[in-house]
């Protein structure tokens, strides 16, 4: 029988590695598929072969908007879907242009700041759109 | 063995749509059966198979065969978002089909406008709660992003979803925004922002509402006090839950859940004389008409253009004014089957309540029922049809 895991469980192993600054992904080791968010076997194959790895951080934005909030309240903030080089899609916040001056197809790159109280991926622009 | 026309629809009704005050959506719901119960001419105490979804309760078949006092043979209170009620329809067909229970009654409802406001049962999605998303919205809003950008859809364009919508409404008297105008493509671009790019005439209503079908056998439809309505095709499919795991966001599972159904019948997207597609926001009507192959990947944005799908158009689309314009209770996928199912029965003659002029579609012997449940997540489509066309 295999072993699926041992202790903390992935999305517990991802949050401790975020807390020690580090952007990790997974990636199974039969398929070479990358694979996020954290899971427990490989999707599609269901191979209990996830290993840790460390994703260059550059990523396109694949679908964007901005959300509409009067300024009393949190005012006008990004939500973004980034496609990271290695293939896996997240939602995410673009930051370093206004909100809603996020552009489907800009190149950003990931950065570790604190989301929703806890430490979690944002992107910084670093390319227009082409 | 087909499920092809082996169970029928024979009675419907709706109740307290818009807004009810004063009533819960429990309340709603049982007052939708008894009307159905009442439109079939089947006793309560017939009823042995019960199917229900809300986002009011976490076991809805359970609380509804109490309140009506009924111990159903088979139940079902399976919850995939608004197309439950699409997945029931087939799910019946199999119960009674297989003689697990002879009378099957599906039922939802809803006074979420009264109550406050939207309402969801939904978790927070673990990936992606942190960044705040106001979903359904902000997934509709990404989707509506990223077809804009594959296929250079405009917003103008997608705009004349909602003013087809709302031209349908003001033909029909019990559509909640009957009495509110036309709409122009102007009005809808220059509606207050929610979720760029959608606006709030990108989106549906947040109304009140109750709904129930009563579901038979073929060989007890023929006898039945109302033309039945044939279940000719069904089909299911799904594949995310997290928009962020959405595989491509501008093709839904509708083409598998689409094409499955429509073999099923044997039938196609142009024998359909009425398509009832959920529209929960603009664009789904546009991917639903893609993927449930009424034009292709990419083309729904100029296919719809000069009043395609509005009144007097070729394709009746969602012609109770839709989740945009008639109704919208939080889980809009049993009034998509109840329209569906309406047009057929007016067409042969059963009198379904004044609408002016073009509301009731002639001729309408075959509609499509295509329903969504969550972010675009689950499809689920149901091909109806009357008794000549089984």
Known sequence: MSVYFEGPGPEARYRAYLAEGRFMIQRSASSGAYVFYPRTLAPGTGMPDLEWVEPSGMGTVYATTCTRQRPEKRGDYNISLVALDEGPRLMTRVDGVAPDAVRIGMRVKARIAEVGGEPNVVFDVVEAAS | ?390
């Open chain 2, 1 to 390: 063995m087909s499920l092809r026309g082996k169970a029928a629809c024979v009675g419907l009704a709706t109740a307290g749509t818009g807004e009810a005050p004063g009533r819960s959506a429990m309340e709603l719901m049982a007052e939708a059966v008894g009307r159905a119960l009442d439109d079939a001419g089947i006793d309560l105490g017939e009823v042995d198979g019960l199917f229900a979804a809300t986002s009011f309760h976490s076991m809805a078949a359970m609380s509804l065969a109490e309140h009506l006092g009924i111990r159903p043979a088979f139940s079902d209170g399976s919850n995939i978002g608004g197309s439950s009620f699409m997945a029931q329809a087939l799910m019946a067909a199999m119960a009674l089909e297989a003689g697990l229970c002879n009378v099957a009654v599906i039922a939802y409802g809803s006074n979420q406008r009264t109550a406050g406001g939207f309402k969801s049962i939904s978790e927070p999605m673990p990936f992606e709660a942190a960044y705040g998303p106001r979903n359904p919205i902000t997934a509709y809003a990404l989707a509506t992003s990223r077809y804009m950008h594959e296929f250079g859809a405009t917003r103008a364009q997608i705009a004349e979803v909602a003013v087809a919508a709302r031209a349908w409404a003001l033909l029909n008297p019990e559509a909640f925004m009957h009495e509110a105008g036309a709409l122009s493509v102007e009005d809808v671009l220059g509606a207050r922002a929610i979720s760029d790019p959608l606006g709030k005439l990108d989106c549906c209503l947040v109304t009140d509402g109750g709904a129930a079908i009563v579901m038979v056998r073929a060989d007890r439809a023929k006898d039945a006090a109302r033309p039945p309505v044939y279940l000719l095709g069904a089909a299911v499919e799904h594949h995310h839950r997290m928009i962020s795991a959405m595989p491509d966001l501008t093709v839904t599972a509708a083409a598998a859940s689409g094409a499955r159904a429509f073999a099923m019948a044997g039938y196609g997207p142009g024998d359909m004389h009425t398509a009832q597609l959920y529209d929960a926001f603009t664009i789904n009507t546009l991917l639903f008409l893609e993927d449930l192959g009424f034009c292709g990947k990419g083309e729904a944005a100029g296919f719809i253009a000069d009043g395609r799908i509005a009144p007097g158009g070729a394709l009746k689309v969602n012609t109770n004014g839709g989740g945009l314009s008639c109704v919208h209770p939080g889980m809009y996928g049993l009034f998509v089957t109840i329209e569906a199912l309406r047009q057929i029965r007016a067409s042969l003659g059963v009198d379904e309540g004044f609408r002016q002029p073009g509301g009731w579609v002639e001729g309408a012997r075959l509609s499509v029922a295509h329903g969504n449940g969550g972010v675009l997540s689950s499809q689920a489509t149901c091909i109806w049809g009357a008794a000549e066309t089984v």
